[in-house]
């Protein structure tokens, strides 16, 4: 069976994959582009959640001062596992996160 291709012409895994390479500015980017692709959205918002939470938490005076260095180390080991799995063809299920963004999309 022959992938999917999306609005860039792209194949889904990619375009997907492609939602978390700038963090939540691709995400939105991608959700704003992809109107036919559940997958391909369902990432877009899941980057947005996920890396606009590790851009907020650090502005956060004391605690995200403190926490700053943990979430951003988070954030890019998390980035890298999100862009292989995703274009591997997985969905990664992020607690709490992946649930919220599913409601979203459908």
Do not use: C
């Not at 918002?45 to 180390?73: D, K």
């Amino acid at each position: 069976m022959p992938e999917k291709t999306t609005i860039t012409g792209l194949p889904e895994n990619t375009e997907a994959a492609l939602t978390y390479l700038l963090w939540w500015v691709s995400g939105l980017l991608f959700l704003i582009l992809e109107k036919d692709s559940l997958k391909v959205r369902f990432h877009a918002l899941q980057s947005i959640v996920i890396f606009g939470l590790v851009t907020v938490i650090p502005m956060i005076p004391i605690l995200g001062w403190v926490l700053a260095p943990f979430v951003w180390l988070g954030g890019f080991v998390l980035w890298l596992v999100l862009i292989v799995k995703t274009y591997q063809g997985e969905d990664l299920e992020l607690p709490v996160v992946s649930e919220f963004v599913r409601k979203q999309v459908k």
